[in-house]
T-cell receptor
Framework: GQQLNQSPQSMFIQEGEDVSMNCTSS?????WLWYKQDPGEGPVLLIA?????ELTSNGRLTAQFGITRKDSFLNISASIPSDVGIYFC???????????FGKGTKLTVNP | DVKVTQSSRYLVKRTGEKVFLECVQD?????MFWYRQDPGLGLRLIYF???????EKGDIPEGYSVSREKKERFSLILESASTNQTSMYLC??????????????FGEGSWLTVV
């Protein structure tokens, strides 16, 4: 099946730093979703984007739906140790109920 | 809040056993999904259902079947478990919002080990 190109694969940062990750595709999507997964748990929805150009925040998290509808990014500001985990992007193409997922960005935050 | 509940968090089964993974959602969602997650392979869709008694194959349906007799419940069945089905299984659900776009909510996951 199709997958999204998510980068970077992993990040090691110091507490307090800002983080940016993105997902790209060769196809157009009409929904972009960002999830966080803690070890041994299911993914938890962080932000949902439904319109091209949409910029949405959830606390220290900000995500944008790219104008071309082929990409999305997630920023985390002033990282803290509990931000550690794997962040997934997911996209939905028009007319489909199924999501396409990126392979995840593993974030490590050093105190 | 949306609640997707998977009945078993950790299971150990023997090769050849029939395995049932149960999932219940409490938000009256039309769509339900079963994924498996493996290191390096990400999330892969096994089956999904968009209505009671309706099902569609995902990307990796071989070796699996599903059952949706009630709207809130979606079961994944491994007819004869094999070691290559050792994995984390994730159930998910979403509301049918058509062109408005849907948001998928996941359960906590079921870790299955086949020995």
């Amino acid at each position: 099946g199709q997958q999204l190109n998510q980068s970077p694969q992993s990040m090691f940062i110091q507490e307090g730093e800002d983080v940016s990750m993105n997902c790209t595709s060769s196809s157009i999507f009409n929904t972009w979703l960002w999830y966080k997964q803690d070890p041994g748990e299911g993914p938890v929805l962080l932000i949902a984007l439904y319109k091209a150009g949409e910029l949405t925040s959830n606390g220290r998290l900000t995500a944008q739906f790219g104008i071309t509808r082929k990409d999305s990014f997630l920023n985390i500001s002033a990282s803290i140790p509990s931000d550690v985990g794997i962040y997934f992007c997911a996209g939905r193409q028009g007319g489909s109920e199924k999501l396409v997922f990126g392979k995840g960005t593993k974030l490590t935050v050093n105190p | 809040d949306v609640k997707v509940t998977q009945s078993s968090r950790y299971l150990v089964k023997r090769t050849g056993e029939k395995v049932f993974l149960e999932c219940v959602q409490d938000m009256d969602h039309e769509n339900m999904f079963w994924y498996r997650q493996d290191p390096g392979l990400g999330l892969r869709l096994i089956y999904f259902s968009y209505d009671v008694k309706m099902k569609e194959k995902g990307d990796i349906p071989e070796g699996y079947s599903v059952s949706r007799e009630k709207k809130e419940r979606f079961s994944l069945i491994l007819e004869s478990a094999s070691t290559n089905q050792t994995s984390m299984y994730l159930c998910a659900s979403s509301e049918d919002r058509g062109v408005l776009g849907n948001t998928i909510y996941f359960g906590e996951g079921s870790w299955l080990t086949v020995v």
